[in-house]
């Protein structure tokens, strides 16, 4: 075998067990650290919440939902955001919702830019857990 045959093996071995180390990290990560069954009662909460409100009552109670979430609990964010999405899906439609709320893809290229504003909406500044809560409204706005 040449040289750089080994060194290509050696190369694609190494990326196989970073891939082996990702998919394996990730399967622990929601097996142990996400509670799954608060996830999916958060949901099945935020689906009959939306039924008695309309889309600007789902951003009222997510304002108040996210008060005591940190980064680091990310069962609880993940949950505020899974209410949230259920909230938006069975709520009764708030005419100018959706006016001004950037489009979800686009605000990617502009720093989150947009999720930015609509969490100062709510009453938080600089919060990346209010990002990825914020994020389900851009998606319900933009169709996606």
Do not use: H
């Amino acid at each position: 075998m040449s040289k750089n045959v080994k060194i290509l093996l050696v190369i694609l071995g190494i990326f196989a067990l970073l891939a082996i180390g990702c998919v394996g990290g990730m399967y622990l990560l929601g097996t142990y650290a996400i509670d799954n069954e608060a996830i999916t009662k958060a949901r099945n909460d935020g689906l009959e919440f939306g039924r008695s409100t309309d889309n600007a009552g789902c951003d009222v109670k997510i304002g108040t939902m996210l008060s005591g979430v940190k980064l680091t609990e990310l069962s609880k964010g993940l949950a505020v955001q899974y209410f949230f999405d259920g909230c938006l899906e069975t709520s009764k439609k708030t005419p100018g919702y959706c006016d001004g709320v950037a489009n979800a893809f686009a605000d990617i290229f502009n720093d989150d830019k947009g999720k930015e504003a609509q969490c100062r909406k709510i009453g938080y500044v600089d919060s990346p857990v209010c990002r990825n809560v914020i994020d389900e409204k851009l998606d319900f706005c933009s169709g996606l």
